[in-house]
């Protein structure tokens, strides 16, 4: 992770956290993000679930800046959003798909 504060990830981590209390820390969100899969994370499956809401609720520029954050590319990011899209059901997210058009 780079030498400046994570806001983004910090932001994220709020926001997803708002209605439960603190289930989910940006570090939960930096692993998830890295690892491109939630398989190796060891967080209750509800957790991982709001983990990957976070592609519905946050406009992908805010992920984008939480991935820089993180240290990873948006390759990344992207394959845990497939991810999260093929083994834990999130629906089909247009506005993450149409904002790495042309980027990945």
């Known amino acids: ?22 289930p989910v820390s940006p570090n939960d969100i930096a692993t998830a993000l890295r690892s491109g899969s939630f398989a190796s994370l060891q967080i209750d ?39 999260a899209r093929s083994d834990l059901g999130l629906p089909r997210v247009e506005r993450w798909e149409e904002a790495l058009k042309g980027v990945l």
Do not use: C
């Open 45 to 83: 499956d509800w957790i991982k679930e709001l983990i990957a809401s976070m592609f519905v609720e946050m406009a992908p520029e805010y992920i984008a800046r939480a991935s820089f954050e993180a240290g990873v590319r948006l390759e990344e990011a992207d394959a845990l959003y497939q991810h």
């Open 1 to 22: 992770m780079h030498k400046y504060p994570a806001q983004y990830l910090g932001m994220i981590a709020a926001h997803l956290n708002a209605p439960y209390g603190h």
